[in-house]
């Protein structure tokens, strides 16, 4: 590496232990002062050598190829077979997760519902019973897929296993965050219309009533597969608004709409962005309009938080650690302000008083 530089080790993750004083090491770095990043190096008697450094979200793809890798070059043994399903069954909260919440490939997933694979749960006890190849089509490659992911989804949800009692309400776990949250604003968790207006059907105002609500008599009024959905909501919405909104935004990176977002968000206008992408300027309009429509109210309650705080600016980088999903929010401020919607004075006011801006921010041409 170049002498000029400066570097601090956040966290120590792993070390493996080479000759001569080498080692390869995963750390958290922060270098040169900057964001702290995840650091894959060799390093020589403590002093660092050429490596690369990532982000959370470029380790997690690098895990998930490296271990379609190593499946897909060599069959995992039998016995890791039998550790990872014993590791799963003890370790991870598997009730009322569904094969989509674990199985990424379109063709596999397609083919265990073929099969009336779609629960975990029933998936673990066909392959613990070695019952596999009892199903037509099940090949090596699907396998290699199949353990693959459970692998990562293993990584990714061990937690000490709870279970939730027949009597406690849903949501009663993030009531303080989401009190006040419109029912509605759950529509974008659900994946059809009949989801949705059984949901409408309970006539809640807000999530706040629906955890009012004794987890026993909503399973009597909604069916099997809306119950386990409001378990995996509840689950999303632990994360609080702003952490939420951070993982959603982080998950559509490499989406050609995110690109005119972010670029909108550097303050580009919409004309170049569009001369850029191909499209009209009215287009680019419409997406960063669209990209933010349904986080509407996670985004308001994010807004709440920072207006309280005494500094705004303290608070926008506490809630968004990341600079691109701090100019994201900013950009929502900004589109909201000078949108279309009917804002009433008062709201108006909130968001003019949030001083998150610099005058000429965003160019409207």
């Known amino acids: 590496m170049g002498s000029e530089y400066e570097y601090k080790i956040v966290k120590k993750i792993f070390a493996i232990e080479e000759k001569d004083g080498y080692s390869i090491q995963l750390n958290l770095v922060r270098w040169n002062g900057n964001d702290a990043k995840y650091d894959l190096r060799r390093w020589k008697d403590g002093s660092p050598l050429k490596g690369i450094s990532m982000t959370e979200e470029a380790l ?38 569904m094969i989509a919440d674990v199985i990424s490939d379109t063709a596999t997933y397609n083919y265990l519902r073929r099969n009336n694979i779609a629960s975990l749960s029933k998936l673990l006890e066909l392959l613990k019973n070695d019952q596999e190849n009892s199903l ?43 009190e006040n949250l419109p029912i509605d604003s759950l529509n974008v968790f659900l ?44 689950k999303q919405l632990k994360n609080k608004p702003a952490k939420l909104i951070s993982h959603v935004w982080n998950k559509r990176m490499n989406s050609r709409n995110w690109k005119a977002v ?6 580009e206008s919409l004309q170049s962005i569009g001369k850029t992408e191909g499209l009209s ?6 997406i960063v309009l669209k990209f933010y429509e349904w ?49 009433d004075e008062k709201t108006m006011a909130s968001f003019q008083q949030l001083s998150l801006f610099e005058d000429g921010f965003l160019k409207e041409n």
């Open 136 to 178: 037509n089509g099940f090949t090596k490659h699907k396998k290699q897929i199949i353990y693959s992911s459970l692998e990562n989804y293993a990584n990714a949800n061990t937690v000490n296993v709870k279970t939730k009692k027949t009597d406690e309400p849903l949501f009663s776990e993030v009531r303080e965050c989401y």
């Open 60 to 97: 997690n793809q690098l895990s998930i190829k490296m271990n379609e890798f190593m499946l897909q070059s060599e069959e995992m043994s039998a016995f890791s077979k039998l550790k990872l399903l014993k590791h799963i069954s003890e370790k991870v909260d598997i009730q009322n997760v």
């Open 191 to 234: 994946s059809n219309k009949s989801m949705r207006s059984k949901v409408k059907s309970l006539k809640c105002q807000t999530i706040g009533d629906l955890t009012r609500i004794p987890f026993g008599t909503l399973k009597s009024v909604l069916d099997d597969e809306l119950m386990i959905r409001f378990v995996e909501i509840e």
């Open 281 to 286: 300027r009215e287009r680019v309009r419409q």
């Open 262 to 267: 972010v670029k909108r968000s550097d303050g």
């Open 295 to 343: 986080q509407e109210p996670f985004l308001m309650l994010i807004k709440n938080e920072i207006e309280a705080a005494s500094n705004k600016t303290e608070m926008l980088n506490k809630l968004f650690p990341r600079e691109e999903n701090r100019q994201l929010y900013q950009l929502w401020v900004k589109t909201y302000m000078n949108s279309d919607y009917t804002i």
